[in-house]
């Protein structure tokens, strides 16, 4: 005679908490990072931000999390120009899949608009901000940055 026994599946549930923001299951954001992909470059005269923002969880494994993105450029040092601001809103689950790069394992974001300062400066500091939720419902922000200096490459 042989026995079963009874095995536990848990099954990730998702509900609405503070801000819109989505409450995670147990692989829920706990690191996130500006990757060393990120970079400028030239397409057609204009100088374009490719930001790559990569999530890990609590085991240090890549994931894809539900929230809002802010990155902002800012003059290095805080001197020269004004800093410019893009928001990404990827709480809902094609928007989000759709900016995943699955080759990188990270989010791949493409801001045109990068200031005229920049091209002079040479260089900028890039502040990016993820906003998601903790399993409890309150908001989790998470924030690093980066120094990204001007593409060399010319796309037409």
Not at 128 to 147: C, H, K, P, W, Y
Request: with cysteine.
């Amino acid at each position: 005679m042989s026995s079963c026994q009874r095995g536990l599946v848990i099954r990730e549930e998702y509900v609405r908490g503070d801000e819109g923001m989505t409450i995670p299951g147990p692989f829920s954001t706990a690191r996130m990072r500006v990757h060393p992909l990120t970079h400028t470059e030239r397409v057609e005269g204009e100088t374009r931000l490719v930001l790559h923002m990569e999530l890990n969880d609590g085991w240090g494994d890549t994931i894809k999390a539900l929230g809002t993105v802010r990155a902002t450029m800012e003059p290095v040092g805080g001197q020269g120009g004004r800093g410019v601001t893009w928001d990404v809103d990827i709480r809902d689950s094609k928007t989000n899949v759709s900016y995943f790069d699955s080759v990188t394992r990270t989010y791949r974001f493409v801001f045109s608009g990068v200031p005229g300062w920049f091209e002079t400066e040479g260089r900028g500091m890039v502040r990016l901000q993820f906003r998601t939720a903790r399993a409890d419902g309150s908001v989790n922000a998470i924030s690093d940055s980066f120094e990204v200096e001007v593409g060399m490459s010319e796309q037409n």
